[in-house]
């Protein structure tokens, strides 16, 4: 069995206030993500949203239902978005076959049934990233390459924010339910993402950075605006953001993330903005 799954219940608020680092890590921190030859996956009940990682070697990767889903396979009900961040690879889907370089994404929409994953190179694997949610309608597979994506330039250097957003499944690039994803790239000399900071209580968030040098680290902040807590991350860690928390990042280096979101709403710039100097 290379498809193995964790469940993540989802948290109140109050009781996140008395979770020490340990158990804040047992409850959001994702740290199985990008092991060769394995397909790893992480089952939120924020929204059923399933995090997770395929990285195929010498031979492909196929997407196996898992128990918690009860179906006759993953995308029965369900709808899947996929980032390479690794060398150039295939997915295989009902047949037909995606060529995904570095970078590039694919949409696949409920109803699929059957997705494998290659490499080109076994010495140097495509690494899939995965996020997935509850889907009821079928809508059409669709590649997302590197000139189709939205490119938004955030902050400034001045304020340490200087970054690179680009938005990959979003639904003015590709239709979707629910799932929305994009990746954001800190400029050199940047440190903060999302910040100003926000909470949307519409959608709930995962973000997985990666591109973080091995000698430093990222801390995230999650927690109600006025009652924060931190996680560090390292390489190719992914970390639940519940529908309540903001979700920013300082890094000792400048580094990359996916962020995906999942919930009652597509309108990406629906955000509540917290204010800098009232966060707590
Ligand atoms: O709701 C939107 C998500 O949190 C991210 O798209 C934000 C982000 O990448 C950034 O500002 O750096
Ligand atoms: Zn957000």
């Known amino acids: 069995m290379k498809t193995s799954y964790k469940t993540r219940y989802a948290a109140s608020p109050q009781d996140v206030k008395s979770y020490d680092t340990t158990r804040l890590r047992e409850e959001f921190l994702i740290d199985d993500l990008m092991v060769p030859n394995k397909i790893n996956l992480t089952y939120s009940h924020y929204d059923r949203f399933i995090t997770g990682s395929a990285v195929p070697t010498s031979a492909p990767l196929k997407l196996e239902s898992i128990d918690a889903l009860k179906a006759n396979y993953f995308l029965e009900r369900r709808e899947l978005g996929i980032i390479n961040i690794g060398a150039a690879g295939k997915v295989v ?6 060529e995904l ?3 590039e994404a694919l949409y696949l929409g409920q109803g699929n049934k059957s997705v494998e994953f290659s490499s080109n ?10 996020n997935s949610t509850p889907a009821h309608k079928a809508f059409p597979n669709k590649k997302i390459g590197k000139n189709d994506v939205e490119v938004i330039e955030l902050g400034a250097p001045e304020t340490a924010n200087a970054r690179t957003l680009r938005k990959y499944i979003v639904n003015s690039v590709v239709d979707v339910c629910q799932l929305q994803m994009g990746m954001t790239t800190i400029k050199p000399g940047s440190s903060w993402n999302t910040m100003p900071a926000h909470v949307h209580d519409r959608r709930m968030e995962v973000y997985f950075y990666f591109e973080i040098p091995s ?6 902040f999650m927690g109600e605006p006025q009652e924060t807590r931190h996680i560090w991350m390292s390489n190719n860690q992914a970390v639940i953001s519940p529908p309540w928390s903001i979700h920013s990042g300082s890094g000792t280096s400048n580094y990359s993330f996916i962020w995906g979101m999942a919930g009652e709403n597509l309108d990406y710039g629906d955000m509540d903005h917290c204010k800098i100097n009232e966060l707590k």
């Open 93 to 98: 889907v009902d047949g037909q076959t995606y």
């Open 101 to 103: 370089d570095h970078k």
């Open 121 to 130: 190179s076994a010495d140097d694997p495509a690494q899939f990233y995965l």
């Open 215 to 220: 000698d430093q680290a990222v801390s995230h």
